[in-house]
Every structure is written in structure tokens, then in C-alpha cells.
């Protein structure tokens, strides 16, 4: 028998947190992020994440497992979610997946098998020595010359990703898709893109009044490379060219609400590209929590 599993998702700043909660304690669920961001340390204001008042005793994984400098992929959230999902069901509970991070989730639901190809420090270290001798371009046509279609798929410039590529490539890591092992609801939240975007840009100033600056000079404090995962997201990536004095203060704030309402389309977008997906509309938060319960009573 297949392994119940929900998935909210949705755009930034729709109510996933709120509604993943409310459905956790009516079902008997705990919650499993699918965020980039939220699985760092310290990476608080600027992921919107969960705070210990907000997740009113429901347990939540996949937050704050990697400090700043870790690289976390597709593949980790993959191999943890599964392990996660496994141990909430025998426990009798209810695994819940809310997140934003639309790559995560199709990996899930797609059932993509990502082979055998795990990871491998020394082989890693090796490569990371190689790349700072000869530089990102050389390595990339050495890694073309090896397989052309995962070197296809590299970033520009994006060193993580190019290591990543070569163990694949090395170890033979193919990414199949397969017959998903869950049986999955998927609840997408969605809100009438003007009421959305003026949601995201309080958001954003709400941020910035609580300590988003400041955040981020600690984390720097702390030994976070400006060039790390997290440090790349929205929020944080724009912070770090005001500390750098190459924006000003309100060109920060602007590139933030820009680039999040941005984001959100995308994920809108992503969203409409994927079947069996359930749109409930959050503007009225207690009518989508009644349309919430009876697509779930449905399906159980």
C-alpha cells in the first residue's frame, strides 16, 4: 500500500505556512519544508521562516539542517524527504510537504530515481583543487568532453553545480523518471496577482523592519561566504549589495519586492505545468481552509 502524502504549495507570500499548520492538526501530520533556504541556519527573516509560535506544536523537518557554506541539492531533499515521509507514516501520522521550491516537489512527485552516484568528499575535493588551478571554463570543456548532456545543464559560474556534475558524470548518477511510490494530493494555494503582489511587498518591508540588514551582517560575521547557496537567494543576495555599497537602501528594498513578485510568477507558472493540481484561492483564508478539509476527507 502506497504512503499518503499532501503537498501545499504555492506562491511566496499565499499562506502555505498557516494552511500546512491548521492541516497538521486537524489530521494528525507533521510537516516537511520543500524550501532551498529554510534548511540553513540562521537564514530566518529573509526565508519567511517558521517560527516556534507559528508551528503550534506540529513538528517540522527539513529546517535548519545545513549550515551556511553546505551545498544542499535536488538529490539531498530527495533521499531526506523520502526517509522523513517513511518515518512520519509509521508513526500513523499524516506527512505533509509545504514549500515553494518547485524542483523539489517534481522530483517527488515525478518519481525521479537519482541512481547510485552518492556523494564522494575526496573525488569532491579533488575536482574543487583542479577547478581553482585551471579555472570555471577549462573545467567545464574537460567536463564536456566526459558528457556532453550533464555538462549541457551547468550553470555558468556556478562551481557547486559543476563539481556536482562531475561526480555525476564519473559515478554514472542517471536521473530516470519513474511510477511516483506516493499517493499524493497536491493543494495549490493561489490569490488574484494584485492582492499577491501587494502581499509580497508588506511582506518584504516587514522584513526589513524586523532585522533583515542585520541578519545578514551576522551571518557574513559568521564565516557565510557572500558566494554560498543561501547567500544567492532573493532577500539576502540583494542585501549583500547594499552592505557592499553598490545600491542604495530604498534600490534594495525595490530589488527585493521586484525580484519576489518575480519569483512568485514563476512559481505560478511551474505550478500550471503540473498535473492532478488542486487551485484553491487564499483570499478568503477560512473558505480555503473548509475546500482544504473536503478535498482531504475525498481523498482518504
Given at each position: 500500500?502506497?504512503?499518503?502524502?499532501?503537498?501545499?504549495?504555492?506562491?511566496?507570500?499565499?499562506?502555505?505556512?498557516?494552511?500546512?499548520?491548521?492541516?497538521?492538526?486537524?489530521?494528525?501530520?507533521?510537516?516537511?519544508?520543500?524550501?532551498?533556504?529554510?534548511?540553513?541556519?540562521?537564514?530566518?527573516?529573509?526565508?519567511?521562516?517558521?517560527?516556534?509560535?507559528?508551528?503550534?506544536?506540529?513538528?517540522?523537518?527539513?529546517?535548519?539542517?545545513?549550515h551556511?557554506?553546505?551545498?544542499?541539492?535536488?538529490?539531498?531533499?530527495?533521499?531526506?524527504?523520502?526517509?522523513?515521509?517513511k518515518?512520519?507514516s509509521?508513526?500513523?501520522?499524516?506527512?505533509?510537504?509545504?514549500?515553494g521550491?518547485?524542483?523539489?516537489?517534481?522530483?517527488?512527485?515525478?518519481?525521479?530515481?537519482?541512481?547510485?552516484?552518492?556523494?564522494?568528499?575526496?573525488?569532491?575535493?579533488?575536482?574543487?583543487?583542479?577547478?581553482?588551478?585551471?579555472?570555471?571554463?577549462?573545467?567545464?570543456?574537460?567536463l564536456?568532453?566526459?558528457?556532453?548532456?550533464?555538462?549541457?545543464k551547468?550553470?555558468?559560474?556556478?562551481k557547486?553545480?559543476l563539481?556536482?556534475?562531475?561526480?555525476?558524470?564519473?559515478?554514472?548518477?542517471k536521473?530516470?523518471?519513474?511510477f511516483?511510490?506516493?499517493?499524493?494530493?497536491?493543494?495549490?494555494?493561489?490569490?488574484?496577482?494584485?492582492?499577491?503582489?501587494?502581499?509580497?511587498n508588506?511582506?518584504?518591508?516587514?522584513?526589513?523592519?524586523?532585522?533583515?540588514?542585520?541578519?545578514?551582517?551576522?551571518?557574513?560575521?559568521?564565516?557565510?561566504?557572500?558566494?554560498?547557496?543561501?547567500?544567492?537567494a532573493?532577500?539576502?543576495?540583494?542585501?549583500?549589495?547594499?552592505?557592499?555599497?553598490?545600491?542604495d537602501?530604498?534600490?534594495?528594498?525595490?530589488?527585493?519586492?521586484?525580484?519576489?513578485?518575480?519569483?512568485?510568477?514563476?512559481?505560478?507558472?511551474?505550478?500550471r505545468?503540473?498535473?492532478?493540481?488542486?487551485?484553491?484561492?487564499?483570499?478568503?483564508?477560512?473558505?480555503?481552509?473548509?475546500?482544504?478539509?473536503?478535498?482531504?476527507?475525498?481523498?482518504?
Amino acid at each position: 500500500m502506497k504512503e499518503k502524502v499532501i503537498f501545499i504549495l504555492g506562491p511566496t507570500g499565499v499562506g502555505k505556512t498557516d494552511m500546512g499548520v491548521f492541516l497538521a492538526k486537524k489530521y494528525n501530520g507533521e510537516i516537511i519544508s520543500a524550501d532551498s533556504v529554510q534548511v540553513y541556519k540562521g537564514f530566518d527573516i529573509g526565508s519567511a521562516k517558521v517560527t516556534e509560535n507559528e508551528m503550534q506544536g506540529v513538528p517540522h523537518h527539513n529546517i535548519d539542517i545545513c549550515h551556511a557554506n553546505d551545498y544542499f541539492t535536488v538529490y539531498d531533499f530527495v533521499n531526506l524527504t523520502k526517509q522523513k515521509i517513511k518515518e512520519i507514516s509509521q508513526k500513523g501520522k499524516l506527512p505533509i510537504i509545504v514549500g515553494g521550491t518547485g524542483l523539489y516537489v517534481k522530483a517527488l512527485t515525478n518519481g525521479y530515481n537519482f541512481g547510485e552516484a552518492q556523494k564522494n568528499q575526496k573525488f569532491r575535493e579533488k575536482i574543487e583543487k583542479e577547478l581553482a588551478e585551471i579555472g570555471f571554463e577549462k573545467m567545464l570543456k574537460k567536463l564536456y568532453s566526459i558528457n556532453p548532456e550533464i555538462a549541457e545543464k551547468v550553470n555558468k559560474n556556478n562551481k557547486h553545480r559543476l563539481i556536482r556534475a562531475f561526480e555525476i558524470a564519473t559515478f554514472g548518477e542517471k536521473q530516470t523518471k519513474q511510477f511516483c511510490e506516493y499517493d499524493f494530493k497536491i493543494i495549490a494555494l493561489i490569490r488574484p496577482r494584485e492582492l499577491l503582489y501587494d502581499k509580497i511587498n508588506l511582506r518584504v518591508d516587514k522584513m526589513l523592519e524586523i532585522g533583515l540588514v542585520d541578519e545578514v551582517k551576522t551571518l557574513i560575521k559568521q564565516g557565510a561566504k557572500k558566494d554560498s547557496q543561501p547567500m544567492k537567494a532573493i532577500g539576502y543576495k540583494e542585501v549583500v549589495e547594499f552592505l557592499e555599497e553598490r545600491i542604495d537602501y530604498k534600490t534594495m528594498s525595490e530589488l527585493i519586492k521586484q525580484h519576489s513578485r518575480n519569483y512568485a510568477k514563476r512559481q505560478l507558472t511551474f505550478l500550471r505545468g503540473m498535473d492532478n493540481v488542486n487551485y484553491i484561492d487564499t483570499t478568503d483564508f477560512e473558505n480555503a481552509k473548509t475546500q482544504s478539509s473536503k478535498l482531504i476527507e475525498e481523498w482518504k
